[in-house]
C-alpha cells in the first residue's frame, strides 16, 4: 500500500434532531489530519448519528462539516466517499452472495477506469487494472488474516473475521479518512488487540481514522485524540491521558475507575 | 450465484443447445427450425432482462418497450422507408438507449417498487399507444411486409438462415453477458443489487452503473424485437403485451436468475411447454402462471438448478444481527 | 362537462379505495401488491356470479361477493407473501409476484365468475341525479357516499384499535413489533384482509354504474398505484385525494382526447410526478431515496 495524505476533518455545532428528540446538540470538535481519533460515549449518546452526518447518509440539521476546509454537510454520501472518506458500518454488513476475495474487489472498484466498452473489448488497459486489482487484493487478504477463506462467501465467515474483511474492503483504495462504527463490538480479546495493530498500520499509512466506540481501554490505548459525547453533546475532547484524567468526564462516563483499568 | 468459470449446468444447457441447432440445420426438420429461432429471439430479450435482474437486481419491467422499439423501428425503417434491414436492426437500439436513458435518470434516483411500478406503467403505456398511435405503429393492425436481413444481396430470409442468424446474435448476447459478469462492472452490480448503502460507501457509482444496466437491457430488447418483426414479417401491438411482459419474467425465473443459460432454458421451456400443455386449452395462462409462482417459491435458481438451501433455516429480518457484548469477550 | 366530472368523481372514488389498499399495505409491510386492482373485479363479478350463476338476492350476492374478495385476498397473503417473506426473499420477488398474482386473478376471474363483462342492478332502483340538464345513474352518488364511509370507518379504525397501533408499529419497524410480541405476518395479513374487503367493495359499488370486465384488473391497479403515489404512498388521506384526482383526469382524457392515450397520459403524468415530487402530496420523503 503506497502511503496517502491523511485527511482533517472539522464538525462545527452539528444538530441533529429526530422529531422532538435531540440525537446531536451543538457538537464541535476537529480531527487532525493524521491522527487515530476516537469519539466515545455510552450507547444512545448520538454517536452513530454523528457517523451517518458525516458521511452523508443523514443530512444535519444545523452546523457544518468539513473535510479539509471544503464543506461536506449535505452532499452525498457518494461524492463524500469520492473525497476520499471510507466508513464501515455497525451493523455487519457481508456483500450476499459475494466471496471474501470478491468483497475486497468491490473495494477496489473506483481503481479502475475502464467503461462499459473497453470492459467488453477485454483489451490490454482493462487486463492490466484486473491483474492490479488481484494483486492488491491478494496483498490485502494476506494482511488481514482471510486468505485461507479468500473464496467462501463473505456472509459465512466467523464474525471476527467479517469485522476484519470489512476494514479491508473499506481502506482497500486507499482513502484518506476512515470512520469505523463500533468495530470492537463483538469481538474477543485477541481480536481486538489484532484490530488495534491493523488500525495503527492502517494510520501508519498515512489514513486518519476516526474511531467510535464504548469500550474504554481500547480506546484509549489506540486513540491520539478522543472526544466524549454524552447525551448528543460533547462533554470533553483533547488529547486522551488528559481527558482520561478530566473530572467531569470520570464522573459522567467511566465512574469510579479510570481510563486505562477495566470497567464494568 | 455467479460462478467464476462456466459452470455444470450452464455448459451442459448451452451444449445441448448446439447440438439441437446443429442437429436441426442438418436434418431440416420445420419445426424445430421455427422454435429454435423464436427461442433465440425470446432469449435475446431475457439475457437483457437477465443483466438488469440477475446482475444488477433491479426489477425492469420495461424490456418489452424496448422490444417495442427494436420492432416498429425495424418496420418503418425497412417496410415504410425501404432501408437495408441491418439498419432496422441497429438504428432502434440506439432510440432504446436514448429512451433508457431518459427513464432512468429520473427513475433510479427513487427507490426499487417505484421504479419497478414505474416500468411497469411505461411496458403497459408502450403497448396501449402501439394500438392508439395508428399513424405511427399502424394500430392494431401493425405493420406488414417486413423484410428479412441480408448479406451482400443474397437474403437470409429463409428459415435456415434465421435460425443461424437468431443464434449468432444470442451467442454475442450471452457472450456480453459472461464477460460482464464477470468484471468489475459485474461485481459492482452484484454488490449494488443488495447492498447499495455499502456500495456507496465504497465510491461505486451507483446511478451510474443501474444506468449501465438498462442501457445493455435496451440494446438487446431492441435487437429482439428487431429480429422478431423481420421474422415474423410483420410487427402488431400483442408482441409487446401483458403476456411477453410476464413471458420474459417467467424465463428468467425458470432459467434461474443470474445464470449465464438461464435464457436459454427458459425460453425453451416457454416456447415449448405450451406445446404439451395445449390440451389444457384456455388453462393454459393459468398454468403458466402458477409454474411461475412455484418456481419463485421453491426453485429460486430456476429448474435444474436445485438450490433448496432455503429449506436451511435461517435468522428473520437480518441475515448477521451484531452480537451483544459479554462479558467473557472483554 | 359537469356529467364528466360527477363520473369523475365516483370512479375517483374506487381508485380511492385501491390507492387505500396500496397504502394501507406498504405501509405495514412495505409490499406494493400489484393485485390490489385484480381484487376490485373479483368483488364486481364475484356479486355477479353470486346474483346470476348461483342465484343468490342481490344483497346476499354482494356480501358474498365481497366476502370472496376478502378470502382471495387472505389466501394470497398466506400462500403467496408469507412463504417468501420466509424465505427472505428480495423485494422485487414480492413485488413480481403480486403482478403474476394479478395476472392470474384475471385468468381465474375469467374462467371461473365470467369470460364477458357484467354489469349489476343499481343499489337504489329509480334513483337517478339531475345535474345541469341531463341525468346520471344515481349509483355514482352511492359510490361516493359508501366509499367515502368506508374509508372514514377504516381510517378510523386503524387510529382507534389495537390493531390499528399493531399495524402503525410494525410499519415502523418489523424487528422491533416481533420484540414488542407483535406478529408482523399476522398484521400484514389483516391489513391485506382490510385491502381486500375495501377493493371488494369498490368492485361492488361501481359494477352497477359501468361494466366490469375479467381483465380490468391490472388497468385498476396501475390506476390505484398512480393514486396512491400522486396522494403519498402510504398516505390514507393521500389516497383519498389522489383517487379523485386519477379519476376525474381519466374520465376527462377518455371524454375528450381518446380512450386509447389514457394509459399513456397516466404513465406521462406518473413519470414527471415522481421525477419532480416523488412523495407525492401527503407522503414522507423518508420512503424516496435511493442510491
Known sequence: MTSTTGAALTLDKVTKRFGGVVAVNDVSFSVAPGSIHGLIGPNGAGKSTLVSLISGYQRADGGTIRLDDVAITGVSPLRIALRGLARTFQAATPLQGMTVRENVEVGLHTTYTAGLARTLLRGPGVRREDRECRAATVELLARYGLTESADRLAADLPFGQLRFLEIARAIAREPRILL?????????????SALADLLRHVNGEGTTVLVIDHDVPFMFSLCHDVTVVNFGSVIASGVAAEVARDPVVRDAYLGSGSAGEETE | MIRRTIGIRDASVLGAALVAVIATLLTGSAYWTYALTLIAIYAIAAVGLNVMLGLAGQVSFAQTTFMGIGGYGAARLTATLGWDPWWGLVLPAFGAVAVAVLIGLPLFRLRGHYFAMATFALALGTNSLAVGAVLLTGGSTGIAGVPPLAIAGLSLGTPQGFLIVSWIVLALALAVFFVLSRSHIGRAWRALATSPDVAVSLGVPVLRLKLLALIVAAVMGSVAGSLYAQFSSFVAPDFINLVMIINLFLIVFIGGRGMLSG??????????????????????????????????????RGALGFDLSWLRPRPRDSSHPVPERTEAAR | ??????????????????????????????????????????????????????????????????????????????????????????????????????????????????????????????????????????????????????????????????????????????????????????????????????????????????????????LYGVFGFVAAVIGGLGSLRGALIGGLIVGVLQTLIVRYISANFEMVIVFALLLVLLTVRPRGLFGVAEFEVAH
Open chain 1, 180 to 192: 469505523l462504527d463500533e468495530p470492537a463490538a463483538g469481538l474477543d480479546q485477541t481480536e481486538t
Open chain 3, 1 to 218: 362537462m359537469s356529467l364528466v366530472i360527477a363520473i369523475g368523481i365516483a370512479t375517483g372514488c374506487v381508485y380511492a379505495i385501491i390507492a387505500m389498499g396500496y397504502s394501507l399495505l406498504y405501509r405495514t409491510t412495505g409490499v406494493v401488491n400489484f393485485a390490489q386492482g385484480s381484487f376490485v373485479v373479483i368483488g364486481g363479478l364475484g356479486t355477479y356470479f353470486f346474483r346470476s350463476v348461483v342465484g343468490l338476492p342481490y344483497p346476499l350476492a354482494v356480501v358474498c361477493g365481497i366476502l370472496l374478495t376478502g378470502i382471495v385476498a387472505l389466501a394470497f397473503w398466506v400462500l403467496i407473501i408469507v412463504p417468501l417473506w420466509r424465505r427472505n426473499s428480495a423485494p422485487y420477488v414480492t413485488l413480481l409476484s403480486t403482478v403474476v398474482m394479478a395476472a392470474l386473478l384475471g385468468n381465474l376471474t375469467h374462467l371461473l365468475l365470467s369470460p364477458d363483462p357484467q354489469t349489476l342492478p343499481p343499489w337504489l332502483p329509480g334513483f337517478t341525479l339531475q345535474l345541469a340538464g341531463t341525468q346520471i345513474a344515481g349509483q355514482y352518488v352511492v359510490v361516493v357516499v359508501v366509499a367515502l364511509a368506508m374509508i372514514g370507518l377504516t381510517a378510523w379504525y386503524l387510529q382507534a384499535s389495537a390493531t390499528g397501533r399493531a399495524m402503525r408499529a410494525v410499519a415502523a419497524s418489523r424487528p422491533t413489533s416481533r420484540l414488542l410480541g407483535i406478529d408482523p405476518e399476522r398484521v400484514g395479513g389483516t391489513a391485506m384482509l382490510i385491502a381486500g374487503l375495501l377493493a371488494g367493495v369498490g368492485g361492488a359499488l361501481i359494477t352497477p354504474a359501468q361494466l366490469t370486465s375479467p381483465d380490468q384488473g391490472l
Open chain 2, 263 to 300: 435464457p436459454v432454458l427458459g425460453a425453451a421451456f416457454v416456447a415449448l411447454i405450451p406445446q404439451a400443455l395445449s390440451f389444457l386449452g384456455e388453462w393454459q395462462n393459468v398454468v403458466f402462471f402458477v409454474l411461475l409462482l412455484l418456481f419463485m417459491l421453491f426453485l429460486p
